[in-house]
């Protein structure tokens, strides 16, 4: 029998996050690797583990896997939350793509010099309610399904909520006007996996701010 996945990483969101909600989701239990310094990074490139020298890096069925994109085209693969054929997978790596570009906003925002954060924010913010709410909603009223394709759950509706939640974080009343996805972060919350994640305690990461990305930026020497 496989063991679970290790995730090696900084003790944060960044682009391991979505990894995380998306085992998650699966109910797949999973063990993590923090990086505390540049020398534990430094390890993992020495001794092969990292093709492109970048994290994040899943091990997981005999493999070490980079590249966010890939790691998660393999979990939702695996656990059936890719699509049903070619077309339904096409939908959803457009959805995931456009996030994945949203999601990076989220990412960068602390990466900023302090004196531009407040305009990254508004930018953030506008970008959010001009381009990727309307969107998503826009596919949830076409079809009146429960969810983004198919209707049933696929990585498109974890990722989606997910970033859903990282955003009102920020301004709550950014989702006011978007019925739909309220209503699909209130369903996809409610399933048990995702429910036991959502909780005080679970593997889930708090929000970034600027002290702790001041230490993610020295495990990085940047």
């Known amino acids: 029998m496989a063991g679970k996945p290790k995730l090696h990483y900084y003790d944060g969101r960044g682009r391991m996050e979505s990894i995380r909600w998306l085992l998650a989701a699966a109910g797949v239990e999973f063990e993590e690797i923090f990086l505390q310094s ?23 069925d005999g493999m070490k896997l980079v590249q966010t994109r890939a790691i998660l085209n393999y979990i939702a693969s695996k656990h059936n939350l890719y699509g049903k054929d070619i077309k339904e997978r096409a939908l959803i790596d457009m959805y995931v793509e456009g996030m994945a ?15 531009e954060q407040d305009a990254q924010l508004a930018l953030l913010k506008q970008k959010t309610t001009d381009r990727y709410l309307p969107a998503f909603e826009k596919v949830l009223k076409s079809h009146g399904q429960d969810y983004l394709v198919g209707n049933r759950l696929s990585r498109a509706d974890i990722q989606l909520v997910e970033l859903i939640y990282n955003l009102e974080e920020f301004d709550p009343s950014l989702t006011a006007n978007f019925p739909l ?21 679970s593997q889930r990461k708090p929000p970034e701010d600027m002290k702790s990305m001041e230490k993610t930026l020295k495990i990085f020497r940047m």
């Open 38 to 60: 540049p020398e534990d990074l430094d390890k993992l490139r020495n001794d092969g583990s990292l093709m492109f020298q970048q994290v994040p890096m899943v091990e997981i």
């Open 101 to 115: 570009d949203w999601n990076e906003m989220f990412i960068m925002l602390f990466v900023h010099p302090r004196e």
């Open 181 to 201: 996805l309220k209503a699909l972060k209130t369903r996809i919350s409610n399933l048990p996996t995702v429910k036991k994640f959502l909780q005080p305690g």
